[in-house]
C-alpha cells in the first residue's frame, strides 16, 4: 500500500465510522412508540416528508453500482451506457399516478408489500407468492452488486487481496451494515441517505468542472473517447464501441430506457420507499424533484469518456485475474485528485453502497415475512412476531448478498443483475396494471407470469458475449433474427437487437389476455377483490377503517 493509499484509506474510514454511528443513533431519531412493528421498523412510521423521502427515493435509485458500472459502460462501450439518463428521466412522470394509487390503496388496508396489495386484490395467496419470490430472487443480485461497487473502491485503496481472506474487509463493513439496520430498521439508511447525497454532489461537481478543465475540454475528451472505442476488439476484431448509437442498437436502446424505467418501481426496494412516505403530496413532490438525480446521472456518466481521456486503466482483481472495470471511476480519482479528496470520493461511494443494500435487505424481508412467513408458516403472528422474524430475515438476505460476491465472479454479476430486470418486469400485469383494472383473470396473471420468466430465461440463454467468451447469459440484447416462435422466425436474419425484458413482457401480457377470455369462458372463479374504488384515492385512512391483516382477507 503507498502513502497515497494510506491517506485515501483513513479519509474512507473515518468518514464510514461517522456514517455507521449515524445508523445506530437512528433508532432514536422521531422515536416510535414501538420499533418492534412492522410498519416502524420496515416503513419507518410511514411518516417520512418530501425532505427524507427525497433523499431515501434517491438513495435507493442511484446506487453505488450505478456509480461505478454507467461510466464503465461507457468506458466500454460507448452511447449505450447513456440508456440510464432517459430511463431515469422518463421514469417518474410514467410511474407517479400508479404510485399515488398503491400508496393509498396501501394506506387504507396497512398493505406493506406490492404482493399484500396482490393478495388483497385478488385473493390468490398463490398469485402473492409468486410475486414475493420474485421480488426476493430479483434483489439478491442487485445487492451483490452494492458490495461489487464498494469491493471496486477497496480495491483501488490497495485492499485487494486473494482468496476468501481478500473479502475480509468487505465482511467488515457487511457486518456494521446488517447491526445498524437490525437496530434501526428504516429510519438508518433514510438518515444516512443525506450524508451520501451531499458527498456524491460535491464529489460529482468538482470532478465534472475540473477535470475536463485538466484534460483540455469536452471536446477532446469526446474525440479521445471516440478513437478509443473504434480500435476493433481482440476477440471480435470490430470496434468495441462507438460515441453514437448505430442502426443495430437504436431499437434496443430505446425498448431497454423504456423496460428499465417500467421496472424501476416494480422493484420492492422502491416501493417501500415510495410506502414510507406520509401523503400522497409527499410522493407528487417528490416524483416531480427526483429527476435532478438524473441529471447528476448525466454528468456522473460522462466520466467514462474522461477516464478514456486520462488514460486511466482497470484496476486487476487480486481474486480473479483478470481485470475489474467497475475500478475506472475509483482509478480515475486515485489518478487525477488529491489522496484525501479520493478518499471522499470513496466513501461516497460506499456510503452509496450501504443506503440502497439495507433498503433493499429490509424491502426483500418484508417481503418474506408478510407474503411467505406469515401467510404459510404461521398465520396468527403478532406484530412484535412480523417485526423480529423481518429483521433476521435481513440478516439472512445480507449474509446472502456477502456469499454471493465471494463464490461468484464480480462480472457474473452483472449478468445476473441483467436477468433481475427481466424477471422483475413479469410482475408489471399483476401489480402496475392492477391498480387500474382487475380485468385480468387471477389464473391467467400467474400463467402469464409464468410464461414471461420461462421464455425469458430461455432468450437470456440463447444469448452470447463473444468479448468475454461466454456462451450463455451474455447479456440482455436480442438479435430479431434470433427470435424464434415455435420455429416461426419473423425477423430471420435481422441484426436489429431489443430488450429481452420487453419481448418477454409482451409474451406475458398475451397469454394473461387470452387465459383470462378462455377462463371467463368457461366461468372459472375469479376470486374476491378486498379492495374499494374509493381506497385507491384515499388521502388518509378513514377513522372507521382498522387496517386489516392481508392474511386474514
Given at each position: 500500500m503507498t502513502g497515497a493509499q494510506i491517506v485515501q484509506l483513513v479519509v474512507f474510514l473515518l468518514l464510514f465510522l461517522a456514517v455507521a454511528v449515524l445508523g445506530f443513533m437512528a433508532s432514536r431519531w422521531r422515536r416510535a412508540d414501538d420499533l418492534e412493528h412492522l410498519d416502524e421498523w420496515g416503513l419507518?412510521?410511514?411518516?417520512?416528508?418530501?425532505?427524507?423521502?427525497?433523499?431515501?427515493?434517491?438513495?435507493?435509485?442511484?446506487t453505488a453500482y450505478t456509480f461505478v458500472a454507467i461510466p464503465a459502460l461507457l468506458f466500454s462501450s460507448g452511447a449505450l451506457g447513456f440508456y440510464a439518463v432517459p430511463y431515469t428521466i422518463i421514469a417518474f412522470p410514467l410511474v407517479m399516478l400508479p404510485l399515488l394509487r398503491l400508496w393509498s390503496v396501501s394506506r387504507v388496508h396497512g398493505y406493506v408489500t406490492p404482493a399484500d396489495f396482490v393478495r388483497g386484490r385478488y385473493d390468490s395467496p398463490l398469485l402473492a407468492l409468486a410475486i414475493a419470490v420474485t421480488g426476493i430472487v430479483a434483489t439478491m443480485p442487485y445487492i451483490a452488486l452494492q458490495l461489487a461497487g464498494l469491493e471496486a473502491v477497496l480495491r483501488t485503496i490497495g485492499l485487494n487481496g486473494s482468496g476468501f481472506w481478500g473479502h475480509a474487509p468487505l465482511f467488515v463493513a457487511f457486518v456494521v451494515l446488517a447491526a445498524y439496520t437490525y437496530q434501526s430498521g428504516l429510519r438508518a439508511p433514510a438518515l444516512i441517505a443525506v450524508v451520501k447525497d451531499v458527498l456524491i454532489y460535491i464529489v460529482i461537481l468538482v470532478a465534472i468542472i475540473y477535470l475536463p478543465i485538466k484534460l483540455g475540454g469536452f471536446g477532446a475528451i469526446i474525440d479521445a473517447g471516440a478513437a478509443k472505442l473504434a480500435q476493433p476488439s481482440p476477440a471480435t476484431g470490430q470496434a468495441s464501441g462507438s460515441t453514437l448509437l448505430t442502426a443495430n442498437n437504436q431499437l434496443q436502446y430505446a425498448t431497454l430506457a423504456l423496460g428499465s424505467a417500467l421496472a424501476l418501481f416494480l422493484y420492492p426496494h422502491s416501493i417501500t420507499g415510495v410506502l414510507s412516505s406520509s401523503s400522497r403530496a409527499t410522493i407528487r413532490r417528490n416524483m416531480t424533484a427526483l429527476p435532478a438525480y438524473s441529471f447528476l446521472l448525466a454528468l456522473l456518466a460522462l466520466l467514462g469518456y474522461v477516464a478514456i481521456a486520462a488514460g486511466t486503466k482497470p484496476i486487476v482483481n487480486g481474486s480473479t485475474g483478470r481485470p475489474d472495470s467497475n475500478t475506472i471511476v475509483p482509478a480515475l480519482f486515485a489518478g487525477q485528485f488529491p489522496s484525501w479528496f479520493a478518499g471522499?470520493?470513496?466513501?461516497?461511494?460506499?456510503?452509496?453502497?450501504?443506503v440502497p443494500a439495507a433498503i433493499m435487505s429490509i424491502a426483500a424481508a418484508n417481503l418474506w415475512t408478510r407474503n411467505i412467513y406469515k401467510e404459510f408458516l404461521r398465520r396468527d403472528a403478532t406484530?412484535?412476531?412480523?417485526?423480529?422474524?423481518?429483521?433476521?430475515?435481513?440478516?439472512?438476505?445480507?449474509?446472502?448478498?456477502?456469499?454471493?460476491i465471494v463464490v461468484v465472479d464480480p462480472q457474473f454479476s452483472v449478468d445476473l443483475q441483467l436477468i433481475g430486470g427481466v424477471i422483475i418486469l413479469q410482475t408489471l400485469p399483476a401489480v402496475a396494471i392492477a391498480l387500474y383494472t382487475r380485468w385480468f383473470h387471477r389464473w391467467a396473471l400467474f400463467a402469464g407470469w409464468a410464461v414471461g420468466l420461462i421464455w425469458g430465461m430461455i432468450m437470456l440463454y440463447g444469448i452470447p458475449n463473444p468479448?468475454?467468451?461466454k456462451q450463455h447469459f451474455g447479456g440482455s440484447a436480442l438479435a430479431l433474427g434470433k427470435l424464434d416462435l415455435f420455429g416461426w422466425t419473423p425477423f430471420d436474419g435481422s441484426k436489429v437487437q431489443i430488450y429481452?425484458?420487453?419481448?418477454?413482457?409482451?409474451?406475458?401480457?398475451?397469454v394473461a389476455a387470452l387465459v383470462t377470455l378462455v377462463l371467463r369462458a368457461t366461468g372459472t372463479r375469479e376470486g374476491a377483490d378486498h379492495t374499494r374504488g374509493e381506497d385507491y384515492h384515499a388521502t388518509r385512512v378513514p377513522e372507521s377503517t382498522t387496517p386489516e391483516a392481508v392474511s386474514s382477507t
Open positions: 419507518g412510521g410511514r411518516k417520512f416528508g418530501s425532505w427524507v423521502t427525497w433523499f431515501l427515493l434517491g438513495g435507493d435509485l442511484y471522499v470520493a470513496f466513501a461516497a461511494i460506499g456510503v452509496g453502497a450501504l406484530p412484535k412476531d412480523e417485526a423480529r422474524q423481518a429483521k433476521l430475515a435481513s440478516l439472512v438476505v445480507k449474509v446472502g448478498a456477502v456469499l454471493f468479448v468475454n467468451g429481452v425484458g420487453a419481448v418477454a413482457l409482451i409474451g406475458n401480457l398475451v
